[in-house]
């Protein structure tokens, strides 16, 4: 799967809706897979989709 130039951190911050801090501790973590290309983290979007894939938690719905 080809790497998109960087799907830059501050974009891909905004997909999952987490800070650039928090995107830092999942790489840090080895939770997302990532690539340092001309000091840049490159992520792959198949990496991004599984990682929202796999943490995917329906919203509780309560009927009253």
Do not use: W
Not at 30 to 57: C, H, M, S, W
């Amino acid at each position: 799967i080809p790497l998109r130039p960087s799907a830059q951190i501050i974009m891909v911050s905004e997909v999952l809706k987490v800070s650039r801090r928090t995107l830092q501790n999942l790489r840090n973590s080895r939770v997302l897979p990532f690539i340092l290309l001309g000091g840049k983290a490159l992520y792959r979007e198949y990496d991004i989709q599984r990682l929202l894939e796999t943490n995917y938690r329906k919203a509780d719905v309560c009927h009253v």
